[in-house]
């Protein structure tokens, strides 16, 4: 159980941690709850199977404590039983019909847990209960994957002897031998093999047991599969071998085995990477390159992109295998597919900075590496230590001699790369963790040194970009608050919007702290960039939904057109179908007045909606009331639009009154639009308006013969025929009272009841009647007429107008006489 504060518990649960029986006896005597849930919703039989005391246990069932009672993970009594390996706790529950194969909230039975606790009595005792011993949890692991995880040899030969299959395949179709390989269960491995366990089988990624027990260093399994004579060069999805994952992961006495067994050190993935380029990347792969080196690995083997293991160790910081590489022939002059050189163009002081290898970097300078060097593209070792937040790199270059606005061939300094720098996360996963607290803070120290060095924060790239653009695209809050501090020639850059303004860039690519820095920051919000777009229209379009409420709520304008399309915010989110950014705009006050609003084509939002198919943007604009028949300069509407496009669901789309478009258009009777959703759009005949009426009862009521006729074509479903709305009528009712002849013979041919009444009690007869009053007469004289022709003269004949007189409230009934007598 977890553990909770034993004050916080009933007075029954603790007296059962103290396993005091009289206690409990006296509490359950004196009526206490013993089904009581705690804050985790565990019953006091959950603790008592937990403690495995069967006496106690036997006093609760025996006062009504329900065995199968679920706390909040859907463990039951039995599940911590098992996990607390209590035998007789199990035998117990079971003997009182505790159901065997409960799961809790992650699909595990009790045997799930007695295989991972090592509860091998408790799993013997279950076993014969079970409906399968390869019942899978919610990652589709049996118990033996569990035994098998735990490396109990015991409970694993138990499944074994059992039944349960040794090749059983979990979500990722790992087998319980890979998990056995994997942490380094060696009997456990030989238990499933030596009952056909395949120890060559597959995961989802193609690893084998052995690429998991050589990535793992477990040297005395893949010693075991060695001599087994697995296939040691198989490679997985990626073509990487075991021993690729070796070298990857720095398992130097696995490289040994493996390379002494025979395995081919030149191997390559199917992006070109041998076991050296791997070892190359390995911040402890230098054990593993020394030896694939003394044993005839090719150093200057390139993979797909043009780069030899030297590129990837310079690229990394690792000083010490670049150099072996090199005493080994590496060649520092070798280009990669990019026209980049290991050593020349990016020198190894560019790696250490890159990496943020200060003592390599140190190194380097004490050793008389040359500041000025550039790449390929111009970036010095500042560069590289600038766009990755290195503060410690950056001061020791500055402190070297450095230039700190030195620019590359495309006109970025150092501060533009700070400025830049995502090395820490913003405002997502693991955003609060310690170590992307701490980048952010050296990120923010690398750039406030810089300012404070000299490095010029108006300075442009040659497309016109400042710092303050590149802190604004990289959402850089804390580094765009510093950059405005600094320079009051920086606010002059926030206003600009040649090519484009910092707003621009914040909003298109969702970054809303720094949009939010940006509106306090601004006189006005509404500038727009060369196609006349606000920052509004980029957040909209791109669906960031808290960046347009930002906007919003610092009384950004939505009523702004673009130059070209004539787009409002409004039309850039219906059209993307942004349905958070939709919602937002149409709640604004006046947002009435953009509703509608046409581009220069004449569309509305709502038409760009149904030509994306965007359903849920269709819904919120008709909720709002916008315009569903306004046609663009074609003559389209936006309803032709979804029509034509076979978009059921905006066909099908309804109103603020539950009126779909062919109701709205049955209602109207508007024929041809009626004939085009029937022929065109397949509309759904059965939807209702908030009074229970279909389009037939519209269609019918507004006396539209034509139109209901129409529909009575195209319906299939019968039921729709005697369909009733709120006032218990069916469209035969609401036919002929209209006097729809022609309908009502349709509708009559169809099987419409023509018994049946409405809330007034009138059948369909008598909703002929001009008003209720006409009607009850009619009923009255009905009731007095012969069913029968005039020759049959037995008057006790029951009247079958009997039903109608009773449904229209009247009391009458006939005398001997013949006349009628009210009651």
Avoid at 600 to 615: E, S
Avoid at 701 to 719: F, N, P, V
């Amino acid at each position: 159980m977890e553990l909770r504060n034993i004050k916080d518990q009933s007075p029954l649960v603790q007296a059962i941690f103290s396993q005091n029986t009289e206690d409990v006896k006296f509490l359950l005597d004196h009526n206490e709850d013993v089904n009581a849930k705690d804050q985790e919703h565990s019953t006091p039989l959950h603790a008592a199977a937990y403690l495995g005391n069967v006496h106690i246990m036997e006093m609760l069932i025996s006062s009504g404590a329900k065995v199968n009672a679920k706390d909040q993970g859907m463990l039951t009594p039995l599940h911590r039983a098992a996990a607390s390996r209590n035998e007789r706790a199990v035998e117990l529950l079971l003997k009182h019909k505790a159901e065997v194969n409960p799961r809790d909230k992650f699909w595990q039975t009790p045997l799930h847990m007695a295989a991972a606790n090592w509860a091998t009595s408790c799993a013997a005792t279950l076993i014969p209960h079970v409906c399968s011993l390869d019942v899978a949890d919610k990652s589709g692991r049996t118990p033996l994957h569990h035994a098998a995880h735990s490396g109990h040899a015991e409970m694993v030969n138990l499944f074994l002897r059992k039944g349960a299959s040794a090749n059983a395949n979990d979500k990722k179709e790992r087998q319980p031998i890979h998990w056995a390989a994997h942490l380094g269960h060696l009997d456990v491995v030989k238990l499933l093999v030596s009952h056909t366990a395949d120890v060559m089988c597959k995961d989802k990624r193609g690893y084998t047991p052995l690429h998991v027990a050589a990535a793992s260093g477990q040297i005395d399994v893949v010693k075991f599969l060695m001599r087994l004579k697995v296939e040691m060069n198989e490679p997985n999805i990626f073509g990487n071998t075991a021993l690729h994952m070796a070298c990857q992961m720095g398992q130097d006495i696995v490289v040994t085995e493996l390379v002494n067994r025979g395995a081919n050190v030149n191997q390559p993935s199917y992006h070109g990477n041998t076991p050296l380029h791997l070892a190359a990347t390995s911040s402890s792969g230098v054990l593993c390159l020394e030896l694939l080196v003394s044993s005839g690995a090719d150093v200057n083997m390139q993979n797909k992109e043009g780069k030899s293991p030297l590129h990837v160790a310079a690229r990394h910081g690792h000083f010490t295998g670049s150099q072996i590489l090199i005493q080994n022939g590496g060649e520092v002059d070798c280009v990669d597919m990019n026209g980049n050189t290991p050593l020349h163009g990016r020198t190894c002081l560019h790696a250490a900075a890159s990496g943020g290898n200060v003592e390599c970097l140190n190194l380097l300078l004490s050793s008389g590496a040359k500041l000025g060097i550039k790449d390929n593209l111009g970036r010095s070792a500042l560069h590289y230590a600038a766009a990755n937040g290195n503060s410690q790199c950056t001061i020791s270059l500055v402190r070297a001699g450095s230039e700190v606005n030195e620019a590359d061939l495309t006109g970025c300094s150092p501060l533009h790369y700070a400025a830049a720098s995502h090395t820490f996360c913003r405002e997502g996963a693991n955003y609060e963790t310690n170590l992307s607290i701490e980048k952010e803070q050296e990120a923010f120290l690398c750039l406030d040194y810089l300012l404070d060095n000299g490095a010029n924060p108006i300075l442009k790239n040659s497309r016109g970009y400042s710092a303050v653009h590149y802190a604004a695209a990289y959402g850089n809050k804390q580094h765009l608050e510093l950059l405005l501090e600094i320079s009051f020639n920086c606010l002059e850059e926030v206003e600009s919007n040649i090519p484009v303004s910092p707003l621009h860039l914040a909003a298109h690519y969702g970054h809303c702290e720094a949009l939010h820095l940006l509106c306090e920051t601004l006189v006005s919000l509404d500038v727009r960039d060369i196609k006349g777009q606000t920052a509004l229209h980029l957040a909209a379009q791109r669906g960031f939904s808290r960046c347009v409420e930002v906007l919003l709520e610092h009384q950004a304008s939505y009523t702004l057109k673009d130059h070209k399309k004539k787009w409002t915010a409004l039309h850039a989110a219906a059209a993307e179908g942004q349905v958070d950014c939709v919602l937002l705009l149409v709640n604004r006050e006046q947002s009435a007045d953009m509703l509608d609003s046409q581009d220069a084509l004449g569309q509305t939002p709502l038409m760009l909606a149904a030509l994306g198919h965007h359903n849920d943007c269709v819904h919120i604009l008709l909720e709002k009331k916008a315009k569903a028949d306004s046609a663009d300069k074609q003559g389209f509407t936006a309803l032709h639009r979804a029509a034509v496009l076979g978009s059921e669901d905006c066909v099908n789309a309804v109103d603020q009154s539950g009126c779909s478009a062919l109701m709205v258009a049955a209602d109207s009777g508007q024929t041809a639009a009626v004939e085009f959703l029937l022929h065109k759009a397949r509309p759904d005949l059965t939807l209702v308006d908030v009074n229970n009426n279909t389009a037939l009862h519209l269609a019918c009521s507004k006396g539209h013969e034509m139109c209901a006729l129409m529909i009575l074509g195209e319906l299939t479903d019968s039921s729709l025929i005697n369909a009733r709305n709120n006032a218990l009528q069916m469209p035969l009712h609401i036919a002929a009272r209209k006097g729809l002849a022609t309908v009502v013979q349709v509708l009559l041919s169809r099987g419409a009841a023509v018994m049946a009444v409405d809330e007034d009690g009138h059948t369909p007869a008598l909703a002929c009647a001009p008003n209720k009053n006409v009607a009850d007469c009619l009923a009255l004289i009905l009731s007095t007429m012969k069913p029968y022709s005039p020759r049959e003269t037995d008057t006790s004949t029951t009247s079958h107008f009997g039903p109608i007189l009773k449904n229209c409230g009247i009391a009458a009934a006939c005398g001997s006489s013949g006349k009628l007598c009210h009651a």
